[in-house]
């Protein structure tokens, strides 16, 4: 019993359809838990420094445990090692995104807290848009689209209200952003 071309040549591109599918969800799914953290850190750390302006020195802890937090669940791989990325690249992306936006501030320097507190969350929008459409993961791209226009606009319509606006929904969107991506 032979299979006609034209049968065969649908059945490999479903195949094909299937396996982008199934990678996409699989990467979809350890990105989640990524957005689960730094919502959270998003929500602490702006509202903390909404209800105590001077103590934004909160996010000098944030970070570091929210790096070290996605160092260790990119790290562990879900017992795949082989589509685990190894501590040096998190580190060596970590140490470039620091210089990155250093040197950002350094030739830009900002004039208030308000504008470090957007410019992070519009550099993370863009990093997720980028991501996204380079791995073909239309939910990550949209992801990074709303949480830039979410910061813009909450920047310029609420200004008194903009770290508020980003705890509740910056850090809001992420969280809800990693439930999207945990479904398949």
Do not use: C, N
Request: hydrophobic share 55%; proline share 5%; net charge positive.
């Amino acid at each position: 019993m032979s299979i006609p071309p034209q049968e065969a040549a649908h059945a490999l591109r479903d195949i094909e359809h299937a396996q982008r599918h199934s990678a996409g969800a699989y990467r979809d799914q350890k990105f989640s838990p990524h957005l689960f953290l730094w919502g959270a850190i998003w929500i602490v750390g702006y509202a903390g420094t909404y209800i105590w302006p001077g103590a934004s020195a909160i996010w000098l802890a944030l970070v570091p445990i929210g790096m070290i937090g996605s160092f260790w669940m990119g790290s562990r791989g879900a017992g795949d090692r082989s589509r685990a990325f190894s501590g040096w690249q998190y580190a060596a992306t970590a140490l470039a995104i620091f210089l990155f936006i250093s040197a950002l501030m350094a030739i830009l320097p900002p004039k208030s807290g308000a504008q470090i507190g957007a410019l992070i969350p519009v550099l993370v929008a863009f990093f997720y848009a980028v991501v996204g459409v380079w791995t073909r993961g239309t939910r990550i791209a949209l992801l990074g689209l709303a949480l830039g226009v979410l910061t813009v606009g909450g920047y310029f319509w609420l200004p008194q209200y903009f770290l508020l606006w980003m705890a509740g929904v910056g850090g809001g969107a992420l969280i809800l952003g990693g439930f999207w991506l945990r479904r398949v």
